[in-house]
């Protein structure tokens, strides 16, 4: 027998009552027995030690790694405001893109701040079976360069996503990209390359995963292992690509993702002197491990640069503190990234020089050194 629709009516009104009591009486046992999800839990710490909140950088600094999307038609002025609040001198943008893109990049920051900004280029990896490649991109690369472009970004879609003309998977040391990176060794521009992503995004998404909230928050990161080639395979990729092209520099974006097993980083530096890296987006990593981190970075001082990735202002303060201070306990500014607390490393004079500047100097060609004290 057919509902009427009074009836239809009457009984949707119930089943929203039923479902708002039952939302009600859940929240009223959460809050008696002090239920709540762990992205509501922000706890005051009770922890009275010295703090030293740093706006801007102790020494003029390069941010090696950072996205402006617009920049052909971007107003820098504000742009620049901000940067000489923080104390950064030169920005790296490494959406620069290709062809008409690129050039108004490069004409933007030629007319307005031409020594406050260095561009890199982008390729599309997926034209590699098609008739002109290598050499229309190889062409591409050239002009790019003579144009002004001083690098190679690579994305993370190399390795992961990126597929030929048959729909396989390019590998990031696929033998028909050799030439690429060898043009970049011939033409003296680094590669600033991101493959793969943390390990723990193919791991389960369950309470013991580290990365669970941001997984939750950012279904989209989770790698299935039955889909996706697993960490080990990319990396091992990349590592192949470094040992091939001992000519060319690469800067191994995201401290190659190793930045919870610095050890393992270290052996990379120790075979490979053509690769660096830098910090974007995985402060939270050496913020944890102060005692190795300090270590590390003064150890291989050399090799590692000042990038940030995301731009927004107040997120360097981070930075400054962590690489500056001795500070003790305090926050990260994403939590899905950190849901633990930071503790500076408290770093010589000489190693921020180094890493706020000048190995970026020694990597990066372009860059007007008489911005920087060199002594």
Same mark, same amino acid.
């Given at each position: 027998?057919?509902?009427?629709?009074?009836?239809?009516?009457?009984?949707?009104?119930?089943?929203?009552?039923?479902?708002?009591?039952?939302?009600?009486?859940?929240?009223?046992?959460?809050?008696?027995?002090?239920?709540?999800?762990?992205?509501?839990?922000?706890?005051?710490?009770?922890?009275?030690?010295?703090?030293?909140?740093?706006?801007?950088?102790?020494?003029?600094?390069?941010?090696?790694?950072?996205?402006?999307?617009?920049?052909?038609?971007?107003?820098?002025?504000?742009?620049?405001?901000?940067?000489?609040?923080?104390?950064?001198?030169?920005?790296?943008?490494?959406?620069?893109?290709?062809?008409?893109?690129?050039?108004?990049?490069?004409?933007?920051?030629?007319?307005?701040?031409?020594?406050?900004?260095?561009?890199?280029?982008?390729?599309?990896?997926?034209?590699?079976?098609?008739?002109?490649?290598?050499?229309?991109?190889?062409?591409?690369?050239?002009?790019?360069?003579?144009?002004?472009?001083?690098?190679?970004?690579?994305?993370?879609?190399?390795?992961?996503?990126?597929? %030929?003309?048959? /729909? *396989?998977?390019?590998?990031?040391?696929?033998?028909?990209?050799?030439?690429?990176? @060898?043009?970049?060794? !011939? $033409?003296?521009?680094?590669?600033?390359?991101?493959?793969?992503?943390?390990?723990?995004?193919?791991?389960?998404?369950?309470?013991?995963?580290?990365?669970?909230?941001?997984?939750?928050?950012?279904?989209?990161?989770?790698?299935?292992?039955?889909?996706?080639?697993?960490?080990?395979?990319?990396?091992?990729?990349?590592?192949?690509?470094?040992?091939?092209?001992?000519?060319?520099?690469?800067?191994?974006?995201?401290?190659?993702?190793?930045?919870?097993?610095? %050890?393992?980083? /270290? *052996?990379?530096?120790?075979?490979?002197?053509?690769?660096?890296?830098?910090?974007? @987006?995985?402060?939270? !990593? $050496?913020?944890?491990?102060?005692?190795?981190?300090?270590?590390?970075?003064?150890?291989?001082?050399?090799?590692?640069?000042?990038?940030?990735?995301?731009?927004?202002?107040?997120?360097?303060?981070?930075?400054?503190?962590?690489?500056?201070?001795?500070?003790?306990?305090?926050?990260?500014?994403?939590?899905?990234?950190?849901?633990?607390?930071?503790?500076?490393?408290?770093?010589?004079?000489?190693?921020?020089?180094?890493?706020?500047?000048?190995?970026?100097?020694?990597?990066?060609?372009?860059?007007?050194?008489?911005?920087?004290?060199?002594?």
């Amino acid at each position: 027998m057919a509902l009427s629709k009074k009836q239809i009516f009457g009984s949707a009104i119930l089943i929203l009552i039923f479902l708002g009591l039952t939302y009600f009486i859940i929240g009223k046992i959460q809050y008696r027995m002090n239920v709540m999800d762990v992205e509501e839990y922000e706890p005051i710490s009770t922890l009275k030690v010295p703090q030293h909140i740093l706006k801007r950088a102790k020494y003029p600094f390069i941010d090696v790694h950072n996205h402006q999307w617009t920049m052909p038609i971007q107003n820098l002025d504000n742009l620049v405001k901000e940067m000489d609040s923080l104390n950064m001198q030169v920005m790296v943008n490494l959406s620069g893109f290709r062809g008409k893109f690129l050039e108004w990049s490069l004409d933007n920051v030629n007319k307005n701040y031409p020594k406050r900004f260095i561009l890199f280029m982008n390729i599309n990896f997926e034209n590699l079976d098609d008739a002109g490649w290598p050499n229309e991109t190889l062409e591409m690369m050239e002009n790019a360069v003579k144009q002004g472009a001083n690098g190679l970004k690579v994305y993370k879609g190399l390795g992961l996503t990126d597929v %030929d003309n048959e /729909g *396989k998977r390019i590998a990031v040391n696929d033998p028909r990209l050799d030439p690429i990176w @060898a043009k970049c060794g !011939e $033409l003296g521009i680094p590669v600033l390359i991101h493959s793969g992503e943390p390990n723990s995004f193919w791991n389960p998404k369950d309470k013991h995963n580290e990365r669970w909230l941001e997984l939750k928050q950012e279904p989209g990161r989770y790698r299935d292992p039955a889909k996706v080639p697993s960490f080990e395979e990319i990396m091992a990729e990349q590592h192949n690509v470094f040992r091939k092209h001992p000519n060319t520099k690469f800067i191994d974006a995201h401290l190659g993702w190793f930045g919870n097993d610095l %050890d393992r980083l /270290g *052996k990379l530096f120790d075979e490979m002197p053509n690769v660096y890296t830098e910090l974007g @987006a995985v402060l939270a !990593e $050496l913020g944890r491990q102060p005692k190795s981190a300090r270590a590390f970075m003064i150890k291989y001082q050399d090799r590692i640069m000042f990038g940030k990735d995301t731009y927004k202002m107040e997120e360097y303060y981070t930075y400054f503190r962590v690489l500056e201070t001795g500070d003790e306990y305090f926050d990260y500014y994403r939590k899905r990234h950190a849901h633990w607390k930071m503790y500076g490393l408290e770093l010589p004079d000489s190693v921020l020089r180094k890493v706020y500047y000048k190995n970026a100097l020694q990597v990066i060609p372009g860059i007007d050194k008489t911005q920087f004290d060199l002594q």
